[in-house]
């Protein structure tokens, strides 16, 4: 197969085995006149692994895109066609590209994907959770006080949660999901998927970080984190209020914010608006 000129492909790469490299994915790597990679190193010791010869090797990162992007884009217009790969997985999953399919769109460029490979999803039909509707999160916050915000904002998500987190910071991930979205809330932990020490454990978010603080084997690798959805509550208004008010007159906000959606099994963060909205009253 020749890729058609003028052509931007998106091409998946193994997370981890390399025996999920696609055989459709290996022939238009080989046939593309540019390859443009994550990590020029690493692609190329991907490509070399399968004798693949690259005819050019570009980086494309979150530091160069803006730059690259205009590259590229000169080289399609020119009728030259271009492979998009990731260090690991589906690119533009969590990964930089966007904008370089955009542009593309833009231009008229044909995009076409390669499928392969992806951690999230991989990940999700191990689970043994709800597939039918999920929501892709990514990596949280770094700092622990926009990561506990975007949190609270999702603990009345009824979809499953899917998130990729780094071996720095699980525990510290797991901390604050139990805050957040209670310790009782059933999740799975996906380690290292395909390689060889992968491991998935499905039980409760304190369950794992116990798991997590006690072994520390079980820090290290790379994380995906699938997470159930929010439960439904059949708490009316008034039951609501009647819990919130009885927790406001003994308690700061916070926590009466905290506990109460432990209790009515609700957000955190809705439990904060509707007690500061009875506090005004």
């Known amino acids: 197969m020749s890729p058609s000129a003028g052509t931007l492909h998106i091409v998946a790469t193994p997370i981890g085995n390399l025996g ?3 055989p459709r994915g290996l022939e238009v790597l080989g046939a593309v006149d540019v390859v443009a990679a994550e990590d020029t190193r690493h692609s190329g010791r991907l490509l070399a692994h399968f004798g693949v010869r690259a005819c050019d090797l570009l980086s494309l990162h979150e530091h160069n895109e803006d ?3 205009e590259v590229i884009i000169r080289r399609l217009l020119g009728g030259e066609s271009v492979a998009l790969i990731s260090d690991a997985g589906t690119p533009l999953v969590s990964d930089p590209g966007y904008q ?3 542009r593309a769109h833009r231009e008229g460029i044909r995009v076409i994907p390669v499928p392969g490979a992806s951690s999230p999803v991989a990940a999700l039909s191990v689970s043994g959770l709800p597939t039918d509707r999920f929501c892709f999160e990514g990596f949280l916050s770094a700092r ?16 499953t949660l899917v998130f990729l987190e780094s071996s720095h910071r ?13 310790g009782e809330r059933q999740a799975v932990m996906a380690r290292e998927l395909t390689k060889a020490y992968e491991t998935v454990r499905a039980s409760s978010l304190a369950d794992l970080l116990t798991l997590v603080r006690d072994d520390p084997d079980q820090r290290r690798g790379e994380f995906v984190l699938v997470v159930a959805g929010a439960p439904p509550t059949t708490v009316n208004d008034a039951e609501r209020d009647r819990v919130l008010g009885v927790l406001l007159a003994e308690l700061p906000v916070k926590q009466a914010a905290a506990l109460g959606a432990r209790i009515l099994g609700l957000p955190r963060n809705a439990c904060y608006q509707r007690l500061l909205e009875l506090q005004r009253d």
């Open 144 to 159: 622990s006080g926009p990561r506990a915000r975007q949190l609270e904002g999702l603990a009345g998500e009824a979809r």
């Open 100 to 102: 370089l399919v955009r």
């Open 67 to 69: 730059e690259r992007v």
């Open 20 to 22: 999920d490299m696609t």
């Open 170 to 182: 699980i525990e510290a991930t797991l901390e604050a999901m139990v805050a957040a979205l209670g």
